[in-house]
């Protein structure tokens, strides 16, 4: 049995920040602390036409791991500079060991969620 729930889609503009906070949260809703876990993520085009199929890493920028929240942008001053009219999925990854008998790393996954790049309709 699955449950279904709407895709998240953020919508930003060409040559605007694109600056995601986040925070990790348990299924009760709780902040997991993150001080001991790897993050990282990766945008990539849907569609591999107009745009290169190549994904970009983003930033991890800590904010406050104790409390499991951090930000993602993009490489450099963070200004969007993806093709217009293309959508990006990304996820996060977080990878920790797990302090078990056998040394191992634990990796999960978060929900895949939708970037979308619009084109500016006025120019400053």
Sequence with gaps: MSCATDPIVIECKHGDML??????LDVAGAPV????????????????VKTPVTPVTLVVEPV???AGTFELYQPGDGRV?????ATYQ???EYSAPTGGMVPRT???SSRTF??????KVSRA
Excluded at 19 to 24: I, P, Q
Excluded at 81 to 85: D, K, N, R, V
């Design 33 to 48: 602390p993150l001080t001991t876990v790897a993050i990282t993520s990766k945008m990539r085009s849907l569609d591999g």
């Design 106 to 108: 634990m990796a999960r």
């Design 64 to 66: 406050d791991l104790a």
């Design 81 to 85: 500079t993806l093709p217009a009219g």
């Design 90 to 92: 990304v996820d996060i």
């Design 19 to 24: 600056v995601l906070g986040c925070r990790a």
């Design 114 to 119: 939708f970037v979308q790049v619009l084109s």
